[in-house]
Each structure stands twice: as C-alpha cells, then as structure tokens.
C-alpha cells in the first residue's frame, strides 16, 4: 500500500458525460501529479499541483482541469468525454518537488 | 512523442535466464527510475539512479544509468515467475519539479 488514495477504482460513463476523479496523498505530501495510461500511448503525464498550486502541465487536454485543495486532496475533472479518454487515472504524491512519488491504485475509466 | 524508447516491448523467458531491458531517449534526465507494474496496481518504484555511470543492485536486479544520463538499462539474473510484470523506466527533466517521461514499458512473463 503506498498510502496514496484514488476513489472511485472503477467508472463506467457515457459520451459527453463529466467526472471527477479524487486523490489523497500520502500524509504530509505537498506534491501531486495526475498521469493517463492508455494501451497505446503509455503513461502519460498531465499536471502536478504542489500545495495548491499548479506547477508544470503535460499533455492535458482543455476538456480536463484539476485543482489541489487546502487539506492537498487533488481532484481531477474530465469533461465533454470522448471514447478516446477511456484510461486508467493515477494520481501520484511526493513530499516536496524534488524526491520520489508514489503512485495510487488508479482509477480505470470507461467512456461507452 | 515517447521521450524513452524502452526495448524489447515484450519479453517471455523460461525460469532460470537472464535478460536485459533497455531505456533510450536523447534527451538528458536530471535522474532516471524504475518501476513495475502489476495488472490492476500502480507503478511500484524500483529504483532511481542520479549519477551517469551509476550501478545499483537490488537482489537479482542490475541498473545502470549511461555515462550521459540519456540511457539505463535493467538487468535480472536468474529470473523466477515472481518477476513477471510490466518494467517502465521514466525520466525526470531538469527543471520539471517531478514530472515523470515514462517509456511505454517492458512486459515480462517468467513462466516456470
């Protein structure tokens, strides 16, 4: 267990819909980090927060935003969703910008 | 565009053999780690290396970082069926906080 939370596990949604992906960090983590993982594309970073702050920004699409709230859980919006967005979500925290993250469970999102 | 080009992309050996995965990308990482991955699970950090020309060991588990911190490798010795998962090497760039350049990974299947 890496101490690192992801809810819900599993979400099955329609096209157009939109979700909310949740994260807890370790406790004391300031840092957190959203990735996609898709078969063909790999893992993929999309945005790191630290205290709630955004930092750095990877391939995200418009359609996603997050934010990091005051307590550092971290929540993950995807909107107008499309088949192509059907992925596992992890979320990932680290205690400061420069050591090493550790990655939850991941939430596995299907678009139908 | 995958910055890390892992390779073999896939890898089935008998228990007992030795194998190599290779990590390469032309761009130079501030440090370069290490995961596994089961299906359903996160990544599980390994190891991360800092110095070019860095060897570190973890039991039957040999990683080197190239002397221009732009390639690693992962070695196994002696691999047993409790290896069998999902090997990804990701980089960090200089300047990035932790944003992690992930390879599409190694699958590896041990079978007895």
């Known amino acids: 267990d890496s101490g690192v939370t992801q809810t819900p596990k599993h979400l099955i949604t329609a096209t157009g819909q939109r979700v909310t992906l949740r994260c807890s960090p370790r406790?004391?983590?300031?840092?957190v980090y959203w990735y996609q993982q898709s078969l063909d594309q790999g893992l993929q970073f999309l945005i790191q927060?630290?205290?709630?702050?955004?930092?750095a920004k990877g391939n995200i699409l418009e359609r996603f935003s997050a934010q990091q709230f005051p307590d550092l859980h971290s929540e993950l919006n995807l909107s107008s969703l499309e088949l192509g967005d059907s992925a596992l979500y992890f979320c990932a925290s680290s205690a400061d910008e420069e050591t090493e993250a550790f990655f939850g469970q991941g939430t596995r999102l299907t678009v139908v | 565009t995958q910055l890390l080009e892992q390779s073999p992309q896939f890898l089935s050996i008998q228990e007992g053999e030795n194998l190599t995965v290779y990590c390469n990308s032309s761009s130079v990482f501030s440090s370069l780690q290490w995961y596994r991955q089961e299906p359903g699970e996160g990544p599980v950090l390994l190891v991360t290396?800092?110095?070019?020309?860095e060897v570190k060991k973890l039991k039957r588990l040999t990683f080197q970082f190239g002397d221009a911190r732009k390639d690693s490798s992962l070695h196994i010795t002696a691999a047993q069926p409790g290896d069998t998962g999902l090997y990804l090497c990701?980089?960090?760039?200089?300047?990035?906080?932790?944003?992690?350049?992930f390879g599409k990974g190694t699958s590896l299947l041990v079978t007895p």
């Open positions: 290396v800092v110095t070019g020309g």
């Open positions: 927060y630290y205290n709630g702050e955004e930092r």
């Open positions: 406790s004391g983590d300031l840092s």
């Open positions: 990701a980089g960090v760039a200089f300047n990035s906080g932790y944003a992690l350049n």
